[in-house]
């Protein structure tokens, strides 16, 4: 039986304005499982108009610091609770392992209840100015309306490392689901109201970038366009912000480096590679998928990871003993294997895999490919798909340039016993996020983001909240002397 979703826009579940839905599919069966709408342009200006209402009158705007963090900390509060519910419709909706999905819809609560108690922790400054009788001071404010648009593959947590700090700092959101798997964000939605958050707080819009997207990031009542997706729509997003000056921030995904020295721990070197390439198909904007390293442990390192490559059990991503589920969606497929073809074809070799599974026709084998020069075109483009492509190295020098050897820079991952050498590379490579003996780990603590064409902008962290605001100076004359008159200067 097919599910039919509605929209969240102010407070209400409302379809599109002219009834038109789109199917979302199954990606482990084929099969069309639910109807979403397609939001027009005017939903969506209902959507942002509700929001900027919100943000500015009613009872959103009139509460305390304190009970905003109330909220939030509801908020998370029922992601946990409702995280086995929310895990299960996450991957009948785009594949991801039903094992990771609830872990990580019930991990996010933290993301949530850290915000909440950021959220009275907001605070300005007294500024000792230069000018007698003069107090002057500045208080923080929120943006207004953010505009928040989120992928298909994390997308409890990127909606998380949004709203969180936007909502803490007093914003309002408007909030855009992906055209593929969307149904768990319009499932999340039905916690909003639920946490106590008054309507048109949160609202939640479905639809394709045209003219769903482009109407959201145009929008004069938007101030601020927190992206995460590809560099192609990120180039929309930036030029639709020249019509309204909102502040944008992007997280546009990556090639990242793993770097693996001659004395790294091999088994915990592998096992992360395996996990940073292979965990979620390979579906990650992190993936650890470009693995540099050095010549002389190459090949024990490669053997290892073969053997646990060709035995990865591929299947129902329901399954308890599943250890790889499907690609998302038939586009990743066709762009796998056309790029794995072209790289063969220079001299890549390929070590396993390379073909589609038998489990179904979205499902990819594990694939390692070793390829002969760092200029193949595969090496720096983002598959978003379960392969590693590998580089050998001789020096640390080497090892750094072939690392920022790459038009992305988000992620890397250094693996070595050396303190120093870690604290030299981790310095040096060009990435807003680098792991030392681990890989993909996260925290609401912790900021993320990229640099070069991986985007600009940060996500949690504390200082995300003020990211979502923006000082207001206040100046008080203290003197009970009148104003001078302004044509007498002295």
């Known amino acids: 039986m097919t599910s039919r979703y509605a929209m ?25 499982w639910a109807e979403v709408p397609e939001a027009t342009a005017e939903d969506v200006d209902r959507a942002v108009r509700a929001a900027h209402r919100t943000c500015y009158e009613g009872p959103w705007a009139a509460m305390t610091p304190s009970q905003r963090g109330q909220c939030l900390r509801r908020l998370g509060d029922l992601l946990s609770e409702r995280s086995e519910h929310l895990g299960e419709i996450e991957t009948r909706d785009s594949g991801k392992m039903f094992k990771e999905t609830r872990w990580q819809a019930k991990y996010i609560a933290e993301f949530f209840h850290f915000y909440a108690g950021a959220a009275d922790k907001i605070a300005g400054e007294t500024l000792p100015i230069d000018k007698p009788d003069m107090f002057v001071f500045t208080n923080r404010e929120p943006l207004g309306v953010i505009a928040a648009i989120v992928p298909w593959n994390s997308q409890l947590f990127l909606t998380a490392v ?12 408007v909030l855009k689901t992906s055209e593929h798997a969307p149904a768990v964000i319009l499932e999340f939605g039905k916690l909003i109201a639920e946490a106590g958050f008054p309507d048109g707080v949160v609202n939640i819009v479905t639809g394709h970038g045209d003219p769903c997207g482009q109407v959201l990031t145009s929008h004069p009542m938007v101030a601020r366009v927190s992206f995460t997706g590809g560099p192609s729509a990120a180039r929309h997003v930036i030029g639709n912000s020249a019509n309204n000056f909102a502040q944008v921030s992007l997280e546009l995904g990556g090639k990242s480096p793993f770097i693996v020295f001659a004395d790294a721990d091999l088994e915990s070197a592998v096992n992360g590679s395996v996990a940073g390439i292979f965990g979620a198909s390979g579906q990650s904007c992190v993936a650890g998928s470009r693995l540099i390293v050095h010549e002389d442990v190459a090949d024990e390192f490669l053997k290892r990871m073969t053997e646990i490559a060709a035995g990865i059990r591929i299947g129902d991503p329901m399954a308890e003993d599943t250890e790889m589920g499907p690609l998302c969606t038939h586009g990743q ?16 070799q390929l070590l396993c895999g390379g073909a589609r599974a038998e489990a179904g026709p979205l499902f990819y084998q594990p694939t390692i490919l070793e390829c002969p020069s760092p200029d193949l075109d595969i090496v720096d483009t983002e598959l978003f798909g379960p ?87 206040v100046w008080m004359n203290l003197s009970e002397e009148p104003v001078a008159n302004p044509f007498q200067m002295r």
């Open 333 to 348: 497929i066709e762009t796998i294997e056309r790029e794995i073809a072209r790289a063969q074809t220079e001299g890549a």
């Open 162 to 173: 949004k709203l969180g700090p936007a909502l803490a700092a007093g914003n309002t959101v």
């Open 387 to 473: 392969v590693l492509c590998v580089l050998r190295f001789r020096t640390e020098t080497e090892a750094l340039a072939l690392a920022n050897q790459s038009e992305h820079g988000l992620a890397a991952g250094i693996f070595t016993r050396d303190v120093a050498r870690a604290h030299r590379m981790a310095q040096a490579v060009r990435a807003g996020i680098v792991w030392v003996n681990t890989y993909r780990a996260i925290s609401p603590v912790a900021a993320f983001g990229g640099v070069k064409a991986s985007g600009y902008g940060r996500e949690s962290g504390f200082q995300a909240v003020y990211d979502y605001t923006r000082p207001k100076t």
């Open 8 to 32: 969240l826009i102010d407070g209400d579940w409302v379809q599109a304005s002219d009834g038109v839905f789109f199917g979302s599919a199954n990606p482990a069966t084929g099969e069309i």
